[in-house]
Protein backbone atom coordinates (compact mmCIF):
# COMPACT_ATOMS: atom_id res chain seq x y z
CA UNK A 1 0.00 0.00 0.00
CA UNK A 2 1.59 3.59 -1.07
CA UNK A 3 1.44 6.38 1.83
CA UNK A 4 0.91 9.87 1.50
CA UNK A 5 4.13 11.47 3.12
CA UNK A 6 5.23 14.74 3.23
CA UNK A 7 7.84 16.06 0.52
CA UNK A 8 7.13 19.62 0.25
CA UNK A 9 9.90 21.76 2.62
CA UNK A 10 8.98 22.70 6.07
CA UNK A 11 8.68 26.75 7.17
CA UNK A 12 11.65 27.34 9.84
CA UNK A 13 8.60 28.90 12.37
CA UNK A 14 6.63 26.47 14.03
CA UNK A 15 2.92 27.59 14.89
CA UNK A 16 1.51 25.72 17.83
CA UNK A 17 3.56 22.56 18.20
CA UNK A 18 2.36 19.21 18.34
CA UNK A 19 4.24 17.93 21.21
CA UNK A 20 5.80 18.89 24.86
CA UNK A 21 9.38 19.12 25.92
CA UNK A 22 11.57 16.08 26.66
CA UNK A 23 11.85 17.10 30.77
CA UNK A 24 8.10 16.84 31.14
CA UNK A 25 8.09 13.58 30.50
CA UNK A 26 10.71 13.05 32.97
CA UNK A 27 8.75 14.74 35.70
CA UNK A 28 5.69 13.03 34.84
CA UNK A 29 7.85 9.53 35.96
CA UNK A 30 9.52 10.72 38.61
CA UNK A 31 6.07 12.28 40.53
CA UNK A 32 5.20 8.13 39.41
CA UNK A 33 7.89 7.14 42.44
CA UNK A 34 6.93 7.09 45.98
CA UNK A 35 8.76 10.08 48.05
CA UNK A 36 10.28 11.76 44.72
CA UNK A 37 10.38 15.25 43.94
CA UNK A 38 11.20 16.04 40.78
CA UNK A 39 14.64 18.92 39.64
CA UNK A 40 14.69 20.56 36.94
CA UNK A 41 18.20 21.89 36.04
CA UNK A 42 17.99 25.25 34.26
CA UNK A 43 15.74 27.89 34.38
CA UNK A 44 12.86 29.24 36.70
CA UNK A 45 10.70 29.61 33.64
CA UNK A 46 10.97 25.80 32.48
CA UNK A 47 9.73 24.52 36.21
CA UNK A 48 6.74 26.86 35.74
CA UNK A 49 5.76 25.85 31.75
CA UNK A 50 5.66 22.42 33.48
CA UNK A 51 4.26 22.25 36.31
CA UNK A 52 1.47 24.66 34.60
CA UNK A 53 0.48 21.99 32.16
CA UNK A 54 0.34 18.90 34.26
CA UNK A 55 -1.87 21.39 37.33
CA UNK A 56 -3.84 22.44 34.51
CA UNK A 57 -4.32 18.62 33.48
CA UNK A 58 -4.69 16.45 36.69
CA UNK A 59 -5.60 19.47 38.95
CA UNK A 60 -3.32 18.95 42.00
CA UNK A 61 -0.81 20.56 43.24
CA UNK A 62 2.30 19.90 41.64
CA UNK A 63 5.88 21.16 43.29
CA UNK A 64 8.69 21.10 40.77
CA UNK A 65 12.02 22.32 41.54
CA UNK A 66 15.05 24.33 40.27
CA UNK A 67 18.11 25.22 40.48
CA UNK A 68 17.32 28.44 38.89
CA UNK A 69 19.45 29.45 36.42
CA UNK A 70 20.21 33.63 35.89
CA UNK A 71 22.36 34.72 32.96
CA UNK A 72 25.60 34.55 35.63
CA UNK A 73 24.74 30.38 36.21
CA UNK A 74 24.19 30.29 32.09
CA UNK A 75 28.00 31.82 31.71
CA UNK A 76 29.62 30.25 34.29
CA UNK A 77 27.93 26.81 34.58
CA UNK A 78 25.12 25.81 37.01
CA UNK A 79 27.19 23.88 39.51
CA UNK A 80 26.44 26.13 42.16
CA UNK A 81 23.05 26.43 41.99
CA UNK A 82 22.45 22.49 41.44
CA UNK A 83 24.26 22.33 45.11
CA UNK A 84 22.36 24.73 46.65
CA UNK A 85 18.63 23.12 45.09
CA UNK A 86 19.37 19.75 46.28
CA UNK A 87 20.84 21.20 49.54
CA UNK A 88 17.65 22.75 50.12
CA UNK A 89 15.03 20.07 48.89
CA UNK A 90 16.74 17.42 50.94
CA UNK A 91 15.96 20.37 54.25
CA UNK A 92 12.93 21.70 53.61
CA UNK A 93 11.13 18.27 51.63
CA UNK A 94 13.41 15.36 53.15
CA UNK A 95 12.32 13.68 49.88
CA UNK A 96 13.23 9.76 49.58
CA UNK A 97 14.33 10.63 46.26
CA UNK A 98 15.68 13.16 43.83
CA UNK A 99 14.60 12.97 40.15
CA UNK A 100 17.07 15.42 38.10
CA UNK A 101 17.07 16.43 34.65
CA UNK A 102 18.09 18.89 32.46
CA UNK A 103 16.44 21.36 30.21
CA UNK A 104 18.24 22.81 26.80
CA UNK A 105 20.10 25.28 29.04
CA UNK A 106 21.79 23.38 31.39
CA UNK A 107 22.96 21.00 28.39
CA UNK A 108 23.97 23.67 25.70
CA UNK A 109 26.49 25.25 28.26
CA UNK A 110 27.89 21.17 28.94
CA UNK A 111 26.90 21.02 32.56
CA UNK A 112 28.60 17.71 33.81
CA UNK A 113 25.14 16.72 36.03
CA UNK A 114 26.07 13.33 37.13
CA UNK A 115 30.02 14.83 37.97
CA UNK A 116 28.12 17.05 39.76
CA UNK A 117 25.91 14.79 41.45
CA UNK A 118 29.01 12.47 42.36
CA UNK A 119 30.74 15.32 44.35
CA UNK A 120 28.20 16.57 46.11
CA UNK A 121 27.75 12.61 47.42
CA UNK A 122 31.21 12.69 48.62
CA UNK A 123 30.90 15.85 49.92
CA UNK A 124 28.16 15.08 52.14
CA UNK A 125 28.55 14.08 55.73
CA UNK A 126 24.85 12.60 56.20
CA UNK A 127 24.27 9.22 55.89
CA UNK A 128 20.47 10.48 55.55
CA UNK A 129 20.75 11.30 51.69
CA UNK A 130 17.83 10.81 49.31
CA UNK A 131 19.16 8.50 46.58
CA UNK A 132 19.58 10.97 43.41
CA UNK A 133 18.65 9.61 39.37
CA UNK A 134 19.96 12.22 37.04
CA UNK A 135 18.18 12.08 33.69
CA UNK A 136 19.68 14.16 29.99
CA UNK A 137 16.30 15.51 28.59
CA UNK A 138 17.07 18.73 26.19
CA UNK A 139 14.27 19.58 24.48
CA UNK A 140 16.61 19.61 20.97
CA UNK A 141 16.99 15.48 21.46
CA UNK A 142 13.26 14.90 22.10
CA UNK A 143 9.56 15.16 22.80
CA UNK A 144 7.95 14.30 26.13
CA UNK A 145 7.68 10.62 25.41
CA UNK A 146 11.58 10.39 24.67
CA UNK A 147 12.23 11.94 28.47
CA UNK A 148 9.20 9.66 29.69
CA UNK A 149 10.82 6.71 28.52
CA UNK A 150 14.28 8.18 29.32
CA UNK A 151 13.79 8.50 32.99
CA UNK A 152 11.89 4.90 33.56
CA UNK A 153 15.09 3.43 31.75
CA UNK A 154 17.17 5.46 34.09
CA UNK A 155 15.68 4.52 37.30
CA UNK A 156 15.59 0.71 36.54
CA UNK A 157 19.29 1.07 35.62
CA UNK A 158 20.17 2.87 38.82
CA UNK A 159 17.83 0.81 40.97
CA UNK A 160 17.72 -2.81 39.40
CA UNK A 161 20.39 -5.43 41.00
CA UNK A 162 20.75 -8.90 40.80
CA UNK A 163 18.32 -10.48 43.02
CA UNK A 164 16.90 -14.48 43.54
CA UNK A 165 14.29 -15.11 40.75
CA UNK A 166 10.94 -14.55 42.09
CA UNK A 167 7.21 -14.87 40.05
CA UNK A 168 6.85 -11.05 40.39
CA UNK A 169 6.19 -8.88 36.97
CA UNK A 170 6.64 -5.24 36.00
CA UNK A 171 4.15 -3.40 34.13
CA UNK A 172 5.46 -0.44 32.13
CA UNK A 173 2.37 1.51 31.14
CA UNK A 174 3.40 4.17 28.57
CA UNK A 175 2.08 7.62 29.33
CA UNK A 176 -1.66 6.78 29.91
CA UNK A 177 -4.04 8.46 32.73
CA UNK A 178 -4.04 7.68 36.43
CA UNK A 179 -7.57 6.29 35.04
CA UNK A 180 -5.65 3.51 33.01
CA UNK A 181 -3.13 2.58 35.66
CA UNK A 182 -5.93 1.95 37.73
CA UNK A 183 -7.61 -0.35 35.22
CA UNK A 184 -4.39 -2.20 34.52
CA UNK A 185 -4.10 -2.58 38.14
CA UNK A 186 -7.31 -4.74 38.52
CA UNK A 187 -6.63 -6.38 35.45
CA UNK A 188 -3.50 -8.03 36.63
CA UNK A 189 -4.93 -8.57 39.81
CA UNK A 190 -7.79 -10.35 37.99
CA UNK A 191 -5.18 -12.18 36.52
CA UNK A 192 -3.95 -13.19 40.33
CA UNK A 193 -0.30 -11.36 39.50
CA UNK A 194 2.14 -10.13 42.13
CA UNK A 195 3.07 -6.90 40.00
CA UNK A 196 4.67 -3.36 40.49
CA UNK A 197 3.97 -0.99 37.98
CA UNK A 198 6.33 2.05 36.62
CA UNK A 199 5.69 4.12 37.00
CA UNK A 200 2.31 4.47 39.34
CA UNK A 201 0.92 8.22 39.49
CA UNK A 202 -2.35 7.19 39.67
CA UNK A 203 -2.40 8.60 43.56
CA UNK A 204 -0.52 11.09 43.26
CA UNK A 205 -2.33 12.76 40.06
CA UNK A 206 -5.66 11.95 41.18
CA UNK A 207 -5.88 11.91 45.13
CA UNK A 208 -8.44 12.44 47.24
CA UNK A 209 -8.70 15.47 49.67
CA UNK A 210 -5.64 16.49 52.44
CA UNK A 211 -6.74 16.75 55.81
CA UNK A 212 -3.74 18.92 55.71
CA UNK A 213 -0.96 19.91 52.76
CA UNK A 214 1.20 17.39 51.85
CA UNK A 215 4.64 18.43 50.16
CA UNK A 216 5.14 15.22 48.61
CA UNK A 217 1.45 13.60 47.96
CA UNK A 218 1.12 9.83 49.04
CA UNK A 219 1.31 7.00 46.38
CA UNK A 220 3.92 6.33 43.73
CA UNK A 221 6.04 2.99 42.90
CA UNK A 222 8.09 1.99 45.84
CA UNK A 223 11.92 2.98 45.97
CA UNK A 224 11.96 -1.08 48.05
CA UNK A 225 10.20 -2.73 44.54
CA UNK A 226 12.73 -1.19 42.26
CA UNK A 227 15.80 -2.54 43.62
CA UNK A 228 14.03 -5.67 43.31
CA UNK A 229 13.48 -5.40 39.56
CA UNK A 230 16.28 -7.52 38.63
CA UNK A 231 14.72 -10.80 40.22
CA UNK A 232 11.31 -10.28 38.26
CA UNK A 233 10.06 -12.94 36.23
CA UNK A 234 8.56 -10.45 33.63
CA UNK A 235 8.36 -6.97 32.10
CA UNK A 236 5.82 -5.76 30.32
CA UNK A 237 5.92 -2.87 27.58
CA UNK A 238 3.37 -1.50 26.03
CA UNK A 239 3.83 1.57 23.41
CA UNK A 240 5.14 0.85 19.47
CA UNK A 241 8.35 3.19 20.19
CA UNK A 242 9.64 0.72 22.81
CA UNK A 243 10.40 -1.71 19.79
CA UNK A 244 13.62 -2.52 18.95
CA UNK A 245 14.68 0.02 21.58
CA UNK A 246 17.25 -0.09 24.52
CA UNK A 247 14.39 0.31 27.02
CA UNK A 248 13.62 -0.17 30.53
CA UNK A 249 12.39 -3.84 29.71
CA UNK A 250 14.86 -4.41 27.08
CA UNK A 251 17.77 -3.67 29.72
CA UNK A 252 16.14 -5.60 31.89
CA UNK A 253 15.91 -8.32 29.98
CA UNK A 254 19.56 -8.05 29.24
CA UNK A 255 21.23 -7.91 32.22
CA UNK A 256 19.07 -10.37 34.88
CA UNK A 257 17.59 -12.16 32.03
CA UNK A 258 14.02 -10.97 33.10
CA UNK A 259 11.77 -12.28 29.92
CA UNK A 260 10.50 -9.09 27.46
CA UNK A 261 6.85 -9.08 26.66
CA UNK A 262 5.93 -5.97 24.58
CA UNK A 263 2.40 -4.66 23.47
CA UNK A 264 0.99 -1.50 21.69
CA UNK A 265 -0.96 0.29 23.94
CA UNK A 266 -4.37 -1.53 24.18
CA UNK A 267 -7.22 0.30 22.45
CA UNK A 268 -9.54 -1.30 20.39
CA UNK A 269 -10.62 -5.46 20.41
CA UNK A 270 -7.46 -6.45 18.05
CA UNK A 271 -5.20 -4.69 20.60
CA UNK A 272 -6.53 -5.69 23.73
CA UNK A 273 -6.65 -9.30 22.65
CA UNK A 274 -3.11 -8.90 22.32
CA UNK A 275 -2.60 -7.63 25.62
CA UNK A 276 -4.60 -10.06 27.87
CA UNK A 277 -3.06 -13.01 25.25
CA UNK A 278 0.26 -11.86 26.88
CA UNK A 279 -1.45 -11.53 30.29
CA UNK A 280 -2.72 -15.03 29.86
CA UNK A 281 1.04 -16.16 28.85
CA UNK A 282 2.89 -14.64 31.86
CA UNK A 283 -0.01 -15.29 34.60
CA UNK A 284 -0.45 -18.86 33.28
CA UNK A 285 -4.29 -18.43 33.43
CA UNK A 286 -7.03 -17.68 31.24
CA UNK A 287 -9.46 -14.77 30.64
CA UNK A 288 -10.94 -14.13 33.55
CA UNK A 289 -15.21 -14.21 33.05
CA UNK A 290 -15.60 -10.60 33.98
CA UNK A 291 -13.46 -9.63 31.43
CA UNK A 292 -14.66 -12.02 28.04
CA UNK A 293 -18.12 -10.19 29.46
CA UNK A 294 -16.39 -6.57 29.06
CA UNK A 295 -15.02 -8.30 25.19
CA UNK A 296 -18.64 -9.29 24.39
CA UNK A 297 -20.26 -6.05 25.28
CA UNK A 298 -18.01 -4.27 23.23
CA UNK A 299 -18.51 -6.02 19.95
CA UNK A 300 -22.36 -5.62 20.64
CA UNK A 301 -21.58 -2.05 20.78
CA UNK A 302 -19.52 -1.83 17.59
CA UNK A 303 -22.50 -3.52 15.99
CA UNK A 304 -25.08 -1.55 17.05
CA UNK A 305 -23.32 1.52 16.08
CA UNK A 306 -21.61 0.56 13.14
CA UNK A 307 -24.24 2.48 10.75
CA UNK A 308 -22.90 5.71 12.26
CA UNK A 309 -19.30 5.60 11.77
CA UNK A 310 -19.00 3.89 8.65
CA UNK A 311 -16.78 5.83 6.11
CA UNK A 312 -16.31 8.39 8.55
CA UNK A 313 -13.42 10.65 8.34
CA UNK A 314 -10.54 11.62 11.17
CA UNK A 315 -7.61 13.44 12.21
CA UNK A 316 -5.39 11.89 14.81
CA UNK A 317 -2.65 14.14 16.55
CA UNK A 318 -0.50 13.53 19.78
CA UNK A 319 1.99 11.31 21.02
CA UNK A 320 2.66 8.75 18.72
CA UNK A 321 2.34 5.94 20.50
CA UNK A 322 -1.18 7.43 21.22
CA UNK A 323 -1.56 7.84 17.82
CA UNK A 324 -0.85 4.80 16.17
CA UNK A 325 -2.84 3.24 18.74
CA UNK A 326 -5.87 5.53 18.03
CA UNK A 327 -5.46 4.45 14.49
CA UNK A 328 -5.73 0.74 14.57
CA UNK A 329 -9.47 1.06 16.74
CA UNK A 330 -10.83 3.36 14.07
CA UNK A 331 -9.85 1.28 11.45
CA UNK A 332 -11.52 -1.29 13.48
CA UNK A 333 -15.02 0.27 13.82
CA UNK A 334 -14.80 1.35 10.52
CA UNK A 335 -13.39 4.89 10.54
CA UNK A 336 -10.93 6.41 8.35
CA UNK A 337 -7.75 8.29 9.91
CA UNK A 338 -7.20 10.34 6.90
CA UNK A 339 -4.33 12.19 8.86
CA UNK A 340 -2.24 10.67 11.86
CA UNK A 341 0.21 13.40 12.83
CA UNK A 342 2.41 13.94 15.85
CA UNK A 343 5.07 15.86 16.57
CA UNK A 344 8.02 13.38 17.61
CA UNK A 345 10.60 13.00 14.82
CA UNK A 346 11.57 9.58 15.79
CA UNK A 347 9.87 7.77 12.74
CA UNK A 348 8.13 5.04 15.23
CA UNK A 349 4.70 6.59 13.80
CA UNK A 350 5.36 5.85 10.16
CA UNK A 351 6.22 2.35 10.48
CA UNK A 352 3.29 0.91 12.76
CA UNK A 353 0.87 3.20 10.59
CA UNK A 354 2.36 1.41 7.08
CA UNK A 355 1.48 -2.20 8.46
CA UNK A 356 -1.60 -0.65 9.22
CA UNK A 357 -2.14 0.61 5.60
CA UNK A 358 -1.70 -2.59 4.48
CA UNK A 359 -3.79 -5.29 6.49
CA UNK A 360 -6.51 -2.90 6.39
CA UNK A 361 -5.91 -1.70 2.42
CA UNK A 362 -6.55 2.20 3.47
CA UNK A 363 -4.34 4.60 2.52
CA UNK A 364 -3.97 7.63 4.64
CA UNK A 365 -1.10 10.96 5.30
CA UNK A 366 1.27 10.23 7.87
CA UNK A 367 3.05 13.46 9.38
CA UNK A 368 5.99 13.06 11.62
CA UNK A 369 7.45 16.57 13.42
CA UNK A 370 4.20 18.35 12.57
CA UNK A 371 2.83 21.57 14.43
CA UNK A 372 -0.79 22.33 13.73
CA UNK A 373 -0.19 25.36 11.45
CA UNK A 374 0.57 22.67 8.88
CA UNK A 375 -2.65 19.97 10.08
CA UNK A 376 -4.61 22.87 10.32
CA UNK A 377 -3.21 23.15 6.41
CA UNK A 378 -3.91 19.91 5.28
CA UNK A 379 -7.76 19.38 7.25
CA UNK A 380 -8.94 22.15 4.75
CA UNK A 381 -8.48 19.87 2.17
CA UNK A 382 -9.50 16.19 3.95
CA UNK A 383 -12.32 17.68 5.59
CA UNK A 384 -12.46 15.16 8.37
CA UNK A 385 -15.94 14.27 10.02
CA UNK A 386 -13.97 14.73 13.76
CA UNK A 387 -10.36 15.09 15.20
CA UNK A 388 -9.02 12.82 17.76
CA UNK A 389 -6.41 14.12 20.12
CA UNK A 390 -5.83 16.46 23.22
CA UNK A 391 -6.91 20.06 24.03
CA UNK A 392 -3.91 21.80 21.99
CA UNK A 393 -6.07 20.86 18.87
CA UNK A 394 -8.82 22.76 19.70
CA UNK A 395 -8.34 25.84 18.65
CA UNK A 396 -8.22 24.40 15.13
CA UNK A 397 -11.26 22.40 15.38
CA UNK A 398 -12.98 25.75 16.35
CA UNK A 399 -12.02 27.62 13.51
CA UNK A 400 -12.82 24.82 11.20
CA UNK A 401 -16.01 23.90 12.92
CA UNK A 402 -14.57 20.06 13.29
CA UNK A 403 -15.88 18.38 16.42
CA UNK A 404 -12.82 17.21 18.84
CA UNK A 405 -12.73 14.01 21.08
CA UNK A 406 -10.41 14.94 23.50
CA UNK A 407 -7.78 11.79 24.26
CA UNK A 408 -4.45 11.38 25.90
CA UNK A 409 -2.01 14.44 27.52
CA UNK A 410 -3.46 16.97 27.64
CA UNK A 411 -6.50 18.12 28.54
CA UNK A 412 -6.92 21.66 29.50
CA UNK A 413 -10.24 23.07 28.62
CA UNK A 414 -12.27 20.32 29.97
CA UNK A 415 -12.36 19.26 33.69
CA UNK A 416 -11.41 15.09 34.45
CA UNK A 417 -8.38 14.58 31.95
CA UNK A 418 -7.33 12.58 34.25
CA UNK A 419 -10.29 10.49 34.45
CA UNK A 420 -10.24 9.55 30.82
CA UNK A 421 -9.98 5.79 30.59
CA UNK A 422 -8.38 4.51 27.38
CA UNK A 423 -7.24 1.21 27.71
CA UNK A 424 -7.97 -2.47 27.53
CA UNK A 425 -12.06 -3.74 26.53
CA UNK A 426 -13.59 -1.14 28.90
CA UNK A 427 -11.64 2.23 28.38
CA UNK A 428 -12.04 1.25 24.21
CA UNK A 429 -16.27 0.97 25.22
CA UNK A 430 -16.24 4.23 26.35
CA UNK A 431 -13.73 6.24 23.97
CA UNK A 432 -16.34 4.50 21.47
CA UNK A 433 -19.77 5.62 22.63
CA UNK A 434 -18.19 8.95 23.26
CA UNK A 435 -17.21 8.99 19.25
CA UNK A 436 -20.07 7.66 18.34
CA UNK A 437 -22.39 10.44 20.21
CA UNK A 438 -20.37 13.27 18.69
CA UNK A 439 -20.70 12.10 15.03
CA UNK A 440 -24.50 11.76 16.01
CA UNK A 441 -24.65 15.38 17.99
CA UNK A 442 -22.67 17.04 15.19
CA UNK A 443 -25.10 15.57 12.70
CA UNK A 444 -28.42 17.12 14.79
CA UNK A 445 -27.04 20.16 15.70
CA UNK A 446 -26.35 20.35 11.59
CA UNK A 447 -30.09 19.26 10.74
CA UNK A 448 -32.05 22.17 9.54
CA UNK A 449 -34.86 20.17 11.88
CA UNK A 450 -32.70 18.38 14.58
CA UNK A 451 -34.33 14.98 15.80
CA UNK A 452 -35.53 13.63 19.20
CA UNK A 453 -35.16 9.90 18.34
CA UNK A 454 -32.91 7.69 16.50
Not at 31 to 58: E, N, V
Not at 59 to 78: K, L, M
Not at 266 to 292: C, H, N, Q, W, Y
Not at 373 to 387: A, T
Amino acid sequence: MEMKTNTKSKPNAVTNPCNLCTPLGACLVFKGIKGALPLLHGSQGCATYIRRYLISHYNEPIDIASSNFTERTTIFGGKKNLISALENICTQYTPELIGVATTCLSETIGDDVPQYLREFKSEQKSACLPHIVSVSTPSYNGAYMEGFQATIKSLVVYFAASRPRTRRVVLFPNLVSPADIRYLKELLADFGMNFVILPDYAETFDGGPWDGYQKIPQGGTRIADLSELGGFASAIELGHSLVGQESAGAYLEREFAVKRHISGLPIGIKATDKFISILETVSGKKMPEEIRKERGRLLDAYADAHKYLFEKKAIVFGEADMVAAMAGFLLEIGVIPVLCATGSRSGILKAELEKLSCESGRSFEIREGVDFGEIEEISGKLKPDFMLGNSKGYSLARRQGIPLVRVGFPIHDRIGGQRVLHLGYRGTQQLFDRIVNTIIENTQEQSSIGYTYM
